[in-house]
């Protein structure tokens, strides 16, 4: 049980850096901009659930994908750490990061709209956190932790829906330095979570001897 929830703390860090909701509460309240309380608290909760969808599919069927096109969980791993490495850079040097950022004009602005596109996707589930994702999944699966990552996953989601829907009166209390401050600490948070998944990648490639 030790073991369940020392990797459940770890899936909950790496979700919580890559997905940042206290950096994202801001993001929201700017997408949701005009709309009432009762549209900000339906597109929050259209958002969690298709933030849980997403992240359940990543993590339970990310390895069958993989297994599909020839790939294996190292390869995928070295890509993945790669990509969630230039998020974490991003978030250090206190910018967006262009995976996880829309284009300005694939955004209209209107509450109902922005749930899935682009709150859900790619704002939160982009391409670093599946890519996360698909790595613990398969170690979940490999190594018996499936309760781990499902109390880790879990958890996360109740801290994001609990931001999300308290996102107006977090509006009211978070300053800019605050957000920029917690962007940049779940940079170095989330850049040791990439370097630890490249390295290991590596290792297992020079193992089996690729």
């Known amino acids: 049980m030790a073991d369940d929830i020392r990797f459940a703390?770890?899936?909950?860090?790496?979700?919580?850096?890559?997905?940042?909701?206290?950096a994202n509460v801001p993001i929201f309240l700017?997408?949701?901009?005009?709309?009432?309380?009762?549209?900000?608290?339906?597109?929050?909760?259209?958002?969690?659930?298709?933030?849980?969808i997403g992240c359940v599919v990543s993590a339970l069927a990310g390895g069958a994908v993989l297994s599909a096109f020839?790939?294996?969980?190292?390869?995928?791993?070295l890509a993945g750490g790669l990509m969630v490495l230039l998020i974490a850079l991003s978030m250090l040097n206190g910018s967006a990061s262009a995976q996880?950022?829309?284009a300005d004009h694939e955004i209209d602005g209107t509450a109902p709209s922005v749930a899935i596109y682009p709150l859900a996707v790619?704002?939160?589930?982009?391409?670093?956190?599946i890519a996360t994702l698909i790595v613990f999944g398969h170690a979940a699966i490999?190594?018996?932790r499936e309760i781990g990552l499902a109390l880790g996953l879990?958890?996360?989601?109740?801290v994001l829906a609990a931001a999300?829907?308290?996102a107006p009166w977090l509006g009211h209390h978070l300053s800019a330095q605050a957000t920029a401050v917690t962007r940049r600490l779940m940079g170095m948070l989330l850049a040791a979570i990439a370097v630890e998944m490249m390295t290991t990648s590596i290792r297992a490639l020079f193992l089996s001897g690729r």
């Open 122 to 129: 790619p704002l939160l589930v982009g391409p670093g956190t």
């Open 30 to 52: 700017s997408l949701t901009e005009g709309g009432s309380d009762a549209q900000r608290h339906r597109t929050a909760v259209v958002a969690i659930i298709a933030v849980g």
């Open 154 to 158: 879990g958890g996360f989601l109740a």
């Open 9 to 22: 703390v770890k899936v909950f860090a790496a979700l919580f850096a890559i997905m940042n909701p206290i």
């Open 70 to 77: 020839g790939l294996t969980v190292d390869d995928f791993r």
């Open 142 to 144: 490999s190594q018996g």
């Open 164 to 166: 999300l829907l308290a």
């Open 100 to 102: 996880h950022k829309p």
